[in-house]
């Protein structure tokens, strides 16, 4: 293997804007800014989500984003920041170079993903199994 997960991460955080969860909590509110939750449908029902964030799947989050994909959701064309978390930081680290290198700008993600913002005890809401 020529470079390693931990590789990709580390050289991704170099590039990119990391908040810490109370600077995220900070934004909430803020109608500028959209909080984007990139983990998996399973991890959101098991786990609960930041309120108010918006269910992007890691997995399709660059079809999401490309305005010329079939698939593009007009969020991600409404000029909002965007800060970005999965469970860890890792994911969404990634997410957040690529997003850049598309030109999604302003774009961020949490450090330390949803790990860290329930770590620093900021609220959290649950998400029902769709079925």
């Given at each position: 293997?020529?470079?390693?997960?931990?590789?990709?991460?580390?050289?991704?955080?170099?590039?990119?804007?990391?908040?810490?969860?109370?600077?995220?909590?900070?934004?909430?509110?803020?109608?500028?800014?959209?909080?984007?939750?990139?983990?998996?449908?399973r991890e959101l029902s098991r786990d609960g989500k930041i309120p108010g964030?918006?269910?992007?799947?890691?997995?399709?989050?660059?079809?999401?984003?490309d305005p010329d994909s079939p698939y593009h959701k007009p969020l991600f064309?409404?000029?909002?920041?965007?800060?970005?978390?999965?469970?860890?930081?890792?994911?969404?680290?990634?997410?957040?170079?690529?997003?850049?290198?598309?030109?999604?700008?302003?774009?961020?993600?949490?450090?330390?993903?949803?790990?860290?913002?329930?770590?620093?005890?900021?609220?959290?809401?649950?998400?029902?199994?769709?079925?």
């Amino acid at each position: 293997m020529k470079i390693g997960v931990r590789q990709l991460v580390a050289q991704a955080e170099e590039q990119i804007e990391a908040l810490d969860p109370e600077q995220a909590y900070a934004l909430l509110d803020d109608v500028d800014c959209q909080i984007v939750d990139l983990r998996d449908i399973r991890e959101l029902s098991r786990d609960g989500k930041i309120p108010g964030a918006y269910h992007a799947p890691r997995g399709m989050l660059e079809f999401w984003i490309d305005p010329d994909s079939p698939y593009h959701k007009p969020l991600f064309a409404s000029g909002k920041r965007f800060i970005f978390y999965c469970s860890k930081g890792w994911r969404s680290a990634l997410s957040t170079q690529t997003a850049q290198q598309m030109g999604l700008t302003p774009v961020c993600h949490i450090r330390g993903g949803y790990e860290a913002w329930r770590a620093a005890d900021l609220p959290v809401e649950a998400v029902t199994a769709k079925n």
